[in-house]
């Protein structure tokens, strides 16, 4: 997939479509795959702190969250098509899994929230097994969560913990795993409780 480098960072040129496509095939491959969704603070922040550009640089794919990064590559002259957010592909991703009976794994936001996305999938994606979650407010070294991953092997796992600690989650964790689609989703499990 080709690249369009803002500040640093390596945004796909994709559109929704197309990305939710492709990490349907890589979950039919039994592929690991890793997806930031990056708004302009992410961006800055990159630039700041060396260690999460690093992170940014481990993704699969980097999609513009937000007109800014959309704006910022047309003056770039390699024009992203549209904003791809966190939360309309975690959307599109449900659908998916119901639609496969997909293994599906929630990790962040507070743990009633976590109870209340996970009763709205029972409600509105019956065919989805939600094989684990764990809210997002845990000791960084001492969790045994990427074990949990592991051992429950997802094909989709939404980690929910916020800009920066999602994306350095997955970067520090993403070897571990064989199998599955990572994606970073920020509030989305706010907005899904309701
Ligand atoms: N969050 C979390 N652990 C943390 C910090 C935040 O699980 O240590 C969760 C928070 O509960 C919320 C989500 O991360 O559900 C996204 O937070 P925010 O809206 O600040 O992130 P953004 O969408 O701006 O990246």
Known sequence: M???????VPFSITNHSTL???LNQHIQKHEKSFVITANPEI??????EEAYMKSLHRATYITADGIGIVKA???LGQTLPERVTGYDVM???LKLADLNHYRIYLLGAQRDTLEEVKKHIQ??????QVVGSHDGYFDWQ????SEEIMQSSPDLVFVALGAPKQENWIAEHIDQFNKGVFLCVGGSFDVIAG
């Not at 961006?43 to 700041?48: G, I, L």
Request: proline share 3%.
């Open 43 to 48: 961006v800055m922040r990159a630039n700041q």
């Open 73 to 75: 590559s047309r003056l």
């Open 20 to 22: 939710v496509e492709q």
């Open 2 to 8: 080709k690249h369009v480098n803002i500040l640093g």
């Open 142 to 145: 001492h969790n045994t969560i």
């Open 123 to 128: 409600q509105f994606y019956p065919h989805i």
């Open 91 to 93: 959307i599109e991703m």
